[in-house]
């Protein structure tokens, strides 16, 4: 439910070169410690998005208003104020807002973000926009209308309105994330929610609060089966797309990945796993993963995303597993990896420890 992109050392963790199945993970680096531990573990963390600043990083998370957190060089993580500082005007007054990214344009960062609307169904989204001058305010909600949404929706007509035709549900639209091309050009990613699943491209605007002048939507792909949280990372000649699959709330839930020479055109597969319980040694649900590029580390991407634990312990939990009533207490927290592109694949090379 999904941006600009997004550690004991270990062994490099996977070959990589099977279509989607289980793929052995490497062996434990102790006897202590069989997966990897998580790096922020007092708040829960779903959906985790992270930029970097010129202080440090900020990471945004699915909550009432958002979540927040701030990473400083030599003091690690720590929870700020909710990014959000009330809904947009067009959105209904339940649930939690899912799934964020934040962008920087020009002096202005804009965030983006998943809220409740009505006409949609008792989990119905759609995509709005906030703005602040940093990403350490608090972003007011643009009211006028939403960035993406369907029709049918009880809003404000949207900028970019997906059809209502095609054979895709109409539950709603999710997981927003930002993708600036070579050329400067931004672009919104996002997910239309259900089975089956799409993943959209946007043209934004050079202030990246409307679409580029005439630009609509236009599909990447489409999957029988669960595929969200799109986020695009170019190396070489490849365009590469990291999304999570399968039910977010068991241990099954998984991070993908494909690639492609071309921006507008995705192949349904192959598409291979980067992150599961498998390759994780016994992670639960790692996914919702997000791709970090720092400007002045370009060579060395991060990537972070979360999995399930325990309440007590931060254990995490062992299949069969499903998240809420009537199974065990468990929430998500955060974690973080270390990526490298080796023969323009994708690999985690160790795990983040703050």
């Not at 999904?2 to 199945?21: E, K, T």
């Not at 609307?117 to 759609?126: E, Q």
């Not at 997981?175 to 946007?202: E, M």
């Not at 995490?316 to 973080?336: N, S, W």
């Amino acid at each position: 439910m999904p941006r600009l992109f997004r550690l004991v050392l270990g062994p490099i963790l996977l070959g990589l070169v099977g279509l989607l199945g289980p793929v052995a993970g490497a062996a434990p680096a102790t006897a202590r410690a069989p997966y990897p531990d998580p790096i922020l573990t007092s708040e829960r963390t779903g959906d985790p998005s992270v930029v970097p600043t010129l202080n440090g990083r900020v990471m945004v998370a699915t909550g009432p208003l958002l979540r927040r957190a701030r990473w400083d060089p030599g003091e690690g993580w720590r929870w700020i104020s909710a990014p959000l500082s009330r809904l947009p005007h067009w959105a209904a007054a339940r649930g939690d807002v899912w799934a964020a990214d934040l962008a920087r344009f020009g002096d202005q960062w804009v965030l983006y973000y998943s809220a409740p609307v009505r006409g949609l169904g008792p989990t119905g989204r759609c995509i709005g926009m906030a703005t602040a001058p940093t990403a350490y305010d608090r972003f007011q909600p643009v009211d006028a209308r939403p960035l993406v949404c369907f029709p049918r929706a009880a809003t404000p007509t949207a900028y970019d309105t997906v059809p209502a035709k095609g054979g895709l549900p109409r539950h709603g639209l999710i997981d927003p994330s930002v993708f600036v091309d070579d050329d400067a050009t931004p672009y919104l990613l996002y997910k239309t929610d259900g089975r089956p699943s799409s993943i959209r491209l946007l043209p934004l605007a050079a202030d990246g609060l409307r679409p580029a002048d005439g630009a609509i939507s236009t599909e990447l792909v489409r999957a029988g089966w669960v595929m969200e949280n799109p986020v695009v990372v170019h190396r070489g000649d490849y365009y590469h797309l990291f999304t999570s699959e399968d039910i977010w709330s068991k241990c099954s839930y998984r991070t993908v990945w494909r690639r492609s020479t071309d921006l507008l055109t995705w192949p349904l597969r192959p598409r291979r796993v980067l992150l599961s319980r498998a390759t994780t040694n016994g992670l639960c649900g790692p996914g919702g993963a997000d791709v970090l590029v720092d400007p002045a580390r370009p060579a060395r991407p991060l990537m972070y995303f979360h999995g399930w634990v325990l309440d007590r312990g931060l254990r995490p939990p062992d299949p069969p597993f499903v998240a809420g009533p009537p199974g065990r207490p468990a929430h998500r927290v955060l974690y973080g990896a270390r990526l490298r592109f080796v023969d323009d694949v994708p690999r985690v090379t160790g795990y983040l420890t703050h």
